[in-house]
């Protein structure tokens, strides 16, 4: 099994930045591709950015530009930079860990618990 937690939500105003982090504990040599992804109330979990074990990313066409993936494996600790934010990227943000299909769906075997980010105008 592997756990996962989320750090480094809160509020911030709209041009603002943060960093969120996603650390793994347990079985981590069995993780491959780490993602992110966000859920807003009353609609379905989206992706964010993903970052496979040898440093390859992908990012969601809303953040593209803005938004930093990046992992630091000796750490187990994955990282979001995200800047320019603007109120619509308000949401609980949430790390996963290996896609069952493919890395843009919400398909992943591990799950943190997220972590709200809220974005002020």
């Known amino acids: 099994q592997v756990q996962l937690v989320e750090s480094g939500g809160g509020l911030v105003q709209a041009g603002g930045s943060l960093r969120l982090s996603c650390t793994a504990s347990?079985?981590?040599?069995?993780?491959?591709?780490l993602a992110w992804f966000r859920q807003s109330p009353r609609k379905e979990r989206d992706f964010v950015a993903a970052v496979s074990g040898i440093g390859t990313t992908w990012y969601g066409d809303s953040v593209k530009g803005r938004f930093t993936i990046s992992r630091d494996n000796a750490k187990n600790t994955m990282y979001l930079q995200m800047d320019s934010l603007e109120p619509e990227d308000t949401a609980v943000y949430y790390c996963a860990a290996n896609p069952r299909h493919n890395i843009y769906g919400p398909q992943y075997v591990y799950w943190g618990q997220g972590t709200q980010v809220t974005v002020s105008s």
């Open positions: 347990g079985r981590t040599f069995g993780i491959n591709t």
